[in-house]
Every structure is written in C-alpha cells, then in structure tokens.
C-alpha cells in the first residue's frame, strides 16, 4: 500500500459521475438562459412586434380606404411607418393609455392657424389656456424625463411631446391638405416612450415590411370586409408574411419585458458560475483520499489522527449512507473527522468494499464511546 497504508480510498466514479451530471446541468441551463436573453426573448419580440404591425397596418389601411385615400397615398404612407414597437404606457394610469390626441391637434384648420410662440411646439400655448382649473397644473414647469409613479406629471409630459410629435408630421404631412391630416392623426398613438432594445439590435430602426405597401394585395383581402362593415380580427396579409419568413402564423403570447431579458441573463451568469465552482470543487477533490496504517487516520486533506486520539464514533449513519463521525482529541479541544465512504472507497463487492475495510480498522483500534442506533424490543408481553 502507498505509505505503508493498510487501507486507501480515493475519490470514487460514484462521485465524479454525480459531479460531471450537475456540471453539464448547469451549464447547459446557463446557455438555455443565456440564448434566451441574447437571441430567443428578442426575436420572441420581434415576430410580436410585426404581429402588432399587421394589425395596425390593417386598421389603418381600412380609415385609409373608408376616407377615399388614392393607392400612391397609402403607399408612400406605409414606406415611412416604424414598427408597432413596445410602449411604456404604464407611465400614466390605465385609462389615459390608449386616449386620442387632442382636438386641437386633429382639427387641421384650428390647427394649421395656430402660430409657434418661442420654443414651445405648435398649439401648446393655446391647449393649456384651454384647460380648465384641476388637478393638473398646466402652467407648472414641466419635468424633464417620465418618473415611475408620478402619473400626472408624466401625463403633462406625455402630452407635451405630443405636441411636438405632431410638430414635426405637420411639417411632413400638412401641406397635403385636410383629408390627409385628418387621416394621418387618427394612426397615431400619443408619444410614449418605445422600448426598441427588447428586440434584437438589426430591427431597431426597421420599418413596415415591403409587403404592407401593396396597397391592391390589401384591398383585395380588405374590399367584402369594408364594404360590409364587418368586423376584423385578423391582420391582413399576415399569413402570407409569415409564410414567406418561415414562421408560425401564431404570434407569441405576450411581450418579454426589458427585465424579463435581463433575468435570463444573470440566470445565466450565474449557472455559469455555479458550473465553474463546481468544476474547481471536482478538481480540487481530484488527488484527496482517505487512508489507514497501523496508528492513524487520515482524513481527506491529509489530516492525521491517532487511534489513541478517537475517543467517540458516532456511526448512526453508516449503514445507510456511508458516513461516520469520529470525535478526537487534539490539545484541550475536541475535534470532528468524517468518515465518508460514499464519495471515497465506495462499498463494491467485487472491489472488496475498500471504504468498509477502512472503517473495520478504526473500529478494530478504537476503544471508547460508540454512538449506533439499538434496534428496539417491540414485541408485547
């Protein structure tokens, strides 16, 4: 034996078979969650985002015909429209979220006579002299950046940047005449902030796909229903688009916010670093052993500790997992070894049970107080 050990148990393929299994768990969990923040969650997003596009696109189509709009007019407006990206409307309560503009913004006459005072947007002065006394201070200065929880004055905001929003379409669209602005106010949202990092970085800037333009493939999936007047529920040419980019004609259930993707990326990280301590943990198991010789114990680590030391085992778990305790003295304190014959030795038969021989030598130079479970008399006199 190495050492002049009578008996040497190194670390067994029990344990580094339970090693390498939550290893490869781990890691493989950490790239799961890691594909989910960098490309599934993204592009989860994206088709939703398109999915949300087709269905604007469709409602705005519908206005577009219903208000006798030409074909070049409805193409050139498709060729400029972004994505139906992700909106924070949790920024005001939950009945301002979907309101329209303000009159004085749709009404192209009212507005097209309004005059730009100082660096104020178009309107504005004439909209907060119009409002009456409330709980909303119109006059007070308005804040810089939208605030979690502060819904009235990220509403006075909100419409603020509306009013510049439709500044810069009037600029585009006003000189088309009224039919056209009447249309194109009744397509817009009021200014939210969009959140366009939830998809994947080469879509942050797209705009409506080719398809959307084709004002006649629309008319002619759109005419029954228009004529009708029947209610549409699913967007157009959406089957065909998503035939074409190879995707499931069912859209995703919901949006993953920004936090949702972060998560997947400190699970990740973090699995990864469980990986990676367990596969230094293995490593550094790799050269300990637990062994015997005629005087001692040697513990894993390389701990020696004389039979004559052993004043207490307490051996209750042995039998069924393997482990015992041994109590010894070192000094005036008492200390505790282990005796793990699961991760070293194991109990093989056909390898002679190294673990079990190991601890049949301790117990065989082992003199005092012995902790095992007593089976009890259960039988009735």
């Given amino acids: 034996?190495?050492?002049?050990?009578?008996?040497?148990?190194?670390?067994?393929?029990?344990?580094?078979?339970?090693?390498?299994?939550?290893?490869?768990?781990?890691?493989?969990?950490?790239?799961?969650?890691?594909?989910?923040?960098?490309?599934?969650?993204?592009?989860?997003?994206?088709?939703?985002?398109?999915?949300?596009?087709?269905?604007?696109?469709?409602?705005?189509?519908?206005?577009?015909?219903?208000?006798?709009?030409?074909?070049?007019?409805?193409?050139?407006?498709?060729?400029?429209?972004?994505?139906?990206?992700?909106?924070?409307?949790?920024?005001?309560?939950?009945?301002?979220?979907?309101?329209?503009?303000?009159?004085?913004?749709?009404?192209?006459?009212?507005?097209?006579?309004?005059?730009?005072?100082?660096?104020?947007?178009?309107?504005?002065?004439?909209?907060?002299?119009?409002?009456?006394?409330?709980?909303?201070?119109?006059?007070?200065?308005?804040?810089?950046?939208?605030?979690?929880?502060?819904?009235?004055?990220?509403?006075?905001?909100?419409?603020?940047?509306?009013?510049?929003?439709?500044?810069?379409?009037?600029?585009?669209?006003?000189?088309?005449?009224?039919?056209?602005?009447?249309?194109?106010?009744?397509?817009?949202?009021?200014?939210?902030?969009?959140?366009?990092?939830?998809?994947?970085?080469?879509?942050?800037?797209?705009?409506?796909?080719?398809?959307?333009?084709?004002?006649?493939?629309?008319?002619?999936?759109?005419k029954e229903d228009i004529e009708q007047g029947l209610e549409i529920n699913e967007p157009y040419l959406w089957k065909e688009y998503t035939s074409e980019m190879k995707w499931s004609q069912t859209p995703p259930k919901e949006m993953m916010k920004g936090y949702k993707i972060d998560e997947q990326l400190y699970f990740g990280v973090g699995g990864l670093l469980v990986a990676l301590i367990g596969a230094i943990y293995a490593l550094r198991m790799k050269p300990r052993y637990m062994a015997v010789d005629q005087e001692a114990y040697y513990a894993p680590g390389g701990k020696k500790i004389l039979f004559t030391a052993i004043h207490k085992i307490d051996k209750r778990k042995w039998e069924t997992k393997g482990l015992a305790t041994l109590f010894f003295k070192e000094g005036n304190e008492t200390k505790k070894a282990k005796v793990d014959g699961m991760v070293y030795g194991q109990f093989d038969k056909e390898q002679g049970e190294p673990a079990q021989k190991l601890f049949d030598v301790i117990m065989a130079n082992f003199k005092g107080e012995l902790i095992e479970f007593v089976a009890e008399d259960t039988e009735q006199g």
């Fill in 1 to 222: 034996m190495d050492n002049n050990y009578l008996e040497k148990c190194s670390v067994t393929r029990w344990f580094w078979l339970r090693a390498c299994i939550l290893i490869t768990l781990f890691t493989g969990l950490s790239l799961f969650f890691l594909y989910d923040w960098k490309v599934g969650y993204p592009e989860k997003n994206y088709k939703l985002t398109q999915y949300h596009t087709f269905e604007k696109a469709r409602d705005y189509f519908v206005k577009h015909v219903q208000m006798g709009r030409s074909k070049e007019q409805w193409t050139k407006f498709a060729q400029q429209q972004e994505l139906a990206y992700f909106s924070h409307r949790e920024i005001v309560e939950p009945y301002r979220q979907h309101e329209e503009w303000p009159s004085i913004l749709t009404n192209y006459r009212s507005y097209s006579s309004t005059k730009k005072a100082g660096e104020s947007p178009r309107g504005w002065d004439e909209f907060i002299s119009s409002q009456s006394k409330g709980d909303l201070d119109w006059t007070a200065p308005l804040p810089s950046e939208f605030i979690k929880g502060e819904y009235d004055e990220n509403y006075r905001l909100l419409i603020y940047r509306t009013f510049q929003k439709a500044e810069e379409l009037f600029a585009e669209y006003g000189a088309q005449g009224e039919a056209q602005w009447e249309f194109i106010t009744s397509c817009q949202d009021l200014a939210f902030e969009q959140d366009r990092m939830i998809v994947p970085e080469q879509y942050r800037d797209e705009l409506w796909p080719p398809i959307l333009s084709d004002y006649d493939a629309f008319y002619a999936l759109a």
